[in-house]
Each structure stands twice: as structure tokens, then as C-alpha cells.
């Protein structure tokens, strides 16, 4: 288990040391795109984004980010290892196909909160904005991350058993910018129910929450918030690892490990 570990933060490593000018172009990227996402909204709104609007946008696009990267990152390794030839190798590793990809999932889910940092730190630099951090932010954005994985394993599973998912896998990830600009949280109780299930809804409105009041403001409904998130995360969790357990079974049992 720990050769594995350090075997998948040593491949990481050397892909990024190998490739250091697209690391460096993707958080470029990823931090014009924002500027760009905020003289899109200043234009549309007649004048500059103030106050929580500006914050829930960082936010919400952190997160995005986070699913963006850990289900391509899942996504197209699985599909590269397939054509590549090298995914039936993984499969007749010691550790087994889940312990492997899991610990694999986990590696590349640690490299994107560096670049999602990283581009985090660029955007605050470039836009001059400040936000209140606190301790109790790390609770909603660690569940955010196990979300994440979660959803990395359920790419995952798709990939193992079609292969070819790369138009899912633009859907899954460009949907999400949808998904956090629906008002789960605008007080009418049916979108409030379905945004309790809805992938990284909760931990999105409980960061909005924790940024936007101080002292002892709102503790109920933050308790509560609270709850749906650790409810949100048991359940993408248990679904991706059910799901990732079945692909795997199915393409045993067909023979289209290898195929590509």
C-alpha cells in the first residue's frame, strides 16, 4: 500500500516536473478566465460586483474548479491508460483495481487543491479582493473534497466500462457551472430539498454562509447546513464506491478491460 502511494505521488511529481509550462498555462488560464467571468458580470450588471456577489462567485468557481480538474484528471487517465494499452496491467496489480484507483484518485485530488490554490491566490492578487478566512471553513471545503473524489470515482466507473466518455465527461464538468447557478438556497423548500443531494451544493451554500456572517449570527442554520453536507458527502461517496465496485465487475465479466 505505501509503495503504491509514494509510486502515484512519484508519477505525479515527474508529470509535472516534466511538463512544468502547462501547469504554469493552466493556472494562468484558469485566473484570466475568471478576471474575464468578472468584466463579463460587471458589463451585464452596469456597474462593478460588490459584496457578496463577488465572494459566492470566487467560491463558486474554487469549486468548480476542484470538479473540474479531479473528474478530467480520473476521466482521461483512464481512457489514456486504455488506449495506451496499460490499463489491464493496473488490474492485474496486487492491490486490486479499486485500492489502486482510489489511492490514485486521492493523489490526483491533492495536486488540484495545490493548483486550486495556486489559482486561487492569483485570482485574490489580480482582483484585489480580501475574503475573511477562518477555521471552520476547512470543514465544508474538506467535505467538498471527498465529494470531489467521490465523483472522480463515478468518471471512473464510466470510463472503465465505455472507455471513450470524452463528451460525458465535458457535460459532467461544464454542467456544474449550472448546477451552482441554480438558487438551491433562495428559501423555496422543493429547491432546497433537491439541492441537499445535489453534488457540492451544500458545502457551496455553508462556505457562502460562514464568509458572509460573524460571531454567533445564524448558528442554527449553520448547524444545519452542517448536517446536509455530511449527509451530501456519505452519499456521493457510498454511490461512487458502489458504482466504481460494479464497473469493474461488468468489464471482468464482458472481457473489455483491454479494449479500447
Known amino acids: ?6 509510486s502515484e505521488f512519484r508519477r505525479s511529481f515527474l508529470l509535472m516536473r516534466r511538463y512544468p509550462t502547462e501547469t504554469l498555462a493552466q493556472i494562468i488560464l484558469a485566473v484570466v478566465s475568471f478576471y474575464a467571468l468578472i468584466a463579463g458580470g460587471q458589463f451585464m450588471a452596469g456597474g462593478p460586483l460588490l459584496g457578496t456577489r463577488i465572494t459566492d462567485l470566487v467560491v463558486g468557481y474554487v469549486l468548480w474548479m ?9 476521466g482521461f487517465g483512464i481512457a489514456e491508460e486504455a488506449e495506451n494499452g496499460t490499463l489491464e496491467q493496473l488490474f492485474l496489480a496486487p492491490l486490486g483495481p479499486f485500492q489502486l484507483f482510489l489511492i490514485r484518485a486521492v493523489v490526483d485530488l491533492l495536486t488540484s487543491l495545490v493548483f486550486v490554490l495556486l489559482m486561487l491566490a492569483g485570482i485574490l492578487w489580480l482582483t484585489g479582493l480580501r475574503l475573511h478566512l477562518s477555521a471552520a471553513l476547512l470543514v465544508p471545503f474538506f467535505l467538498a473534497l471527498v465529494v470531489a473524489l467521490a465523483l472522480g470515482l463515478l468518471v471512473a466507473s464510466l470510463a472503465i466500462v465505455f472507455k471513450r466518455i470524452n463528451q460525458v465527461l465535458s457535460i459532467i464538468q461544464f454542467g456544474f457551472v449550472f448546477l451552482l447557478m441554480i438558487p438551491f438556497d433562495s428559501g423555496i423548500m422543493v429547491l432546497q430539498t433537491i439541492g441537499h443531494f445535489v453534488p457540492l451544493i451544500p458545502m457551496f451554500s455553508l462556505l457562502k454562509m460562514l464568509l458572509h456572517t460573524t460571531g454567533q449570527l445564524a448558528m442554527s442554520a449553520t448547524a444545519q447546513l452542517l ?3 455530511i449527509v451530501n458527502t456519505a452519499f456521493w461517496l457510498v454511490l461512487g464506491m458502489i458504482a466504481f465496485r460494479q464497473a469493474t465487475a461488468v468489464a471482468r465479466r464482458k472481457g473489455t478491460i483491454g479494449h479500447y
Open 1 to 6: 500500500m505505501l509503495t503504491a502511494i509514494e
Open 66 to 74: 476542484l470538479v473540474l480538474n479531479t473528474v478530467g484528471d480520473m
Open 227 to 229: 448536517f446536509w453536507c
